[in-house]
């Protein structure tokens, strides 16, 4: 990359908050396991796109049992949710290549993604 072109990546990138930040971080999550789909042997990639969307669902964990969070019950409920699914499907990844549990949740990532970019 270029120095302005780096520049503007990481000015852009400080710039970034609120909806827009969360949406690309489950986006960069889904293409994670997207590579890793592509590379199931590759155990870098591996280790990293699970330690990556484990970090990630127990930000969204913590956030919506923060008593202090303004977000509806019933989109707590099922972000709770998602994020038990989340975890227990990172767990099968850790241990197998289990393919079905990696598109679910490249699916769950770019599902949530798409929420949080949509213009509300």
């Given amino acids: 990359m270029t120095a302005p072109a780096h520049i503007y990546a990481r000015n852009e990138a400080a710039s970034v908050t609120g909806r827009v930040a969360e949406g690309r971080a489950f986006v960069k999550a889904a293409r994670l396991l997207d590579d890793l789909r592509g590379r199931p042997a590759d155990t870098g990639l591996r280790d990293e796109a699970i330690a990556f969307n ?67």
């Fill in 54 to 120: 484990r970090v990630l669902w127990t930000a969204v964990q913590a956030d919506v049992t923060d008593k202090q969070s303004p977000l509806p019950v019933h989109l707590k409920a099922g972000l709770l949710s998602l994020s038990l699914y989340a975890d227990r499907a990172l767990t099968a990844l850790r241990t197998s290549r289990d393919v079905a549990a990696l598109e679910a949740l490249i699916a769950v990532n770019r599902d949530v993604a798409g929420a949080l970019l949509a213009t509300p």
